[in-house]
Every structure is written in C-alpha cells, then in structure tokens.
C-alpha cells in the first residue's frame, strides 16, 4: 500500500491535534498538591485506598477536594489524617511515625528524620496549645498571685493521661478565702464550678 504525501499530511495533523487537545485537559483538570515532610525517609501512603510509596520531600499531585490519608512502614505506628484541599491549593504535611522496634528508633537515628520529629513535635504542641486556649478561656488570666492564695493551671487528677485536659490548683493558707478567690474569678467572667480544682490549704 502506498501512503501519499497528502495522506501522511493528514495523519500527522489528526495526530497533533490528538495531542493538543489531550494537552489542553489534562492542563484544565484541576490540581492541589501536598508536601510531604516525612520521618522516617521512606514509608507508603494510602491516599484514598490507593497506595504510594513516598518519600521525605516529595511534592505529592492530587485532585481538590477531601481525601483520607493513612502513612504507615513496618514497624512503625501508622498516622493517619483526612484533609479537604482547595483548587491549586498547596499544603505541607509534617508526619513522623513512631518507632516500634529498636531497627525502627535505629532508622530514624540522621540528621533528616531528627530535623522533621523536631518539627513534628512543635506543631502538635502549638496544636495542644491552641486546643487548651480554646477549652480553658481562664488561661488567659493565670496565674493568679496575691497574700491570699496562688491559682494556676496543672495537671489534671481525673484524666492524667490525657495531655488536652488540665486542673486548676489552688494554695492557700485559710480555706476562708475560697469566697474571695471565686469573686475575683467571677470579675473576670470565670465560674470556678466549671473547672476541676485542686487544694492545697496550707
């Protein structure tokens, strides 16, 4: 069979134009991209029930919208967190696995993965910080130091394992100036019977 130029010509523009409009939506759709800060080095991704496997630094491509996301290496504990990305939104995820295994603690042993739990560390605690502020609006006035008594946040007894709760303990020489300290909270717009209260009457 003999192909004339003419028909060559057509194939390879039909062909171009192929091209060109697969260029054009594949460019259209919509993308939102996640950076991946990652402790140990290497680990997978589930990412909607489809799994990756990703490194630290890699700048992950994904569609707008809501996605779970599970990280997880053998021996090490699994992280898992669901995000709702906006359109050519980019977002960093900071994720640093716990180790399980002495080879697991020994993996994470460099400069890089130290450097990402360091990170990783100071914004789960900004986080317990912000979520505090917000369930314990009286942390704004503590401590509270006079002759009387001392009233400050600590540990909370009834849920001591657990770091998004607190108490309030109270030192003071004479249980006679209970009243007193509930008034002043009162004046700032605290109610003490909505916090769990430590004494320490001296």
């Known amino acids: 069979m003999i192909i004339n130029k003419k028909t060559i ?16 939506y594949y460019f259209s759709i919509p993308r939102s991209y996640i950076k991946i800060e990652l402790a140990p080095h290497q680990a997978y ?10 490194t630290n630094g890699k700048n992950l491509s994904i569609s707008p919208g809501k ?24 977002i960093t995820l900071t994720v640093a696995l716990k180790a399980l295994t002495t080879e697991a603690k020994n993996i994470l042993n460099t400069d890089e993965s130290n450097k990402i739990i360091e990170k990783y560390t100071s914004i789960k605690l900004d986080k317990q910080s912000d979520s505090l502020d917000a369930n314990y609006p009286i942390l704004k006035i503590l401590p509270i130091n006079n002759k009387y ?46 916090y769990e209260l430590i004494w320490n009457i001296k």
């Open 9 to 24: 010509l057509i194939i390879a523009l039909v062909f171009s134009l192929i091209v060109t409009i697969l260029t054009v």
């Open 45 to 54: 991704l589930n990412i909607d029930k489809n799994i990756k496997n990703i």
């Open 67 to 90: 996605h779970s996301l599970v990280f997880y290496r053998d021996q090490f504990s699994s992280f898992s967190q669901n995000i709702d990305i906006k359109r050519n939104e980019t």
């Open 149 to 194: 008594y001392q009233l400050f946040s600590c540990k909370s007894q009834k849920y001591p394992n657990d770091s998004s709760k607190i108490a309030l303990c109270v030192i003071m020489d004479d249980l006679g100036y209970s009243d007193t300290l509930y008034e002043e909270a009162q004046r700032y717009g605290y109610n003490l019977n909505d």
